[in-house]
């Protein structure tokens, strides 16, 4: 069975003094699920009031008896962003290899996979790579081994038994 923990009135009361110096709403509305929880509401009650989700205000209140209103402070994962390097360092990068493309060269995403894992100083995954070349507007051509609409080898045969 999951544990309960208990917000007092003092400790809803300590809450709401931090909350009317706090700036940042993110945080405002963390500690208010904890005070509102210690003032006797229900988890459901606190997050219908707060529009949290209601093991969301269960999670903020277990992590305010654990480690107190520090914990309420610290902000969770930052996702988006995880480029190694600035998007005009990305473009002058790439522009190497869209000079050798342009002179005839076939670029290939492993190629440019190396010198980029050399430039960051660490390895890389290989979709990562993708994901800048899309973001660069880069696209996928491969010269192709024979034209698609070459004619078969016996018509060929035969056009030259014809000349």
Do not use: C
């Not at 480029?83 to 190629?111: M, Y």
């Amino acid at each position: 069975m999951p544990r309960t923990y208990e917000i007092t009135r003092e400790n809803a009361n300590e809450i709401r003094a931090a909350m009317e110096k706090e700036k940042n709403v993110n945080l405002y509305r963390r500690m208010e699920a904890v005070a509102l929880r210690g003032e006797g509401k229900s988890n459901d009650e606190a997050a219908e009031i707060t529009k949290y989700h209601k093991k969301r205000v269960s999670q903020l209140v277990s992590l305010y008896a654990n480690e107190g209103i520090a914990a309420l402070a610290k902000e969770g994962r930052k996702g988006g962003n995880r480029r190694n390097i600035t998007a005009v360092q990305e473009k002058e990068f790439l522009d190497k290899f869209r000079t050798e493309a342009k002179d005839g060269h076939i670029i290939t995403p492993a190629e440019i996979k190396i010198a980029y894992d050399e430039l960051v100083g660490k390895e890389t995954k290989d979709t990562f790579i993708y994901k800048i070349l899309r973001r660069n507007n880069w696209r996928s051509v491969m010269p192709r081994g024979q034209h698609p609409q070459k004619a078969s080898e016996e018509v060929i045969e035969a056009s030259k038994k014809l000349t």
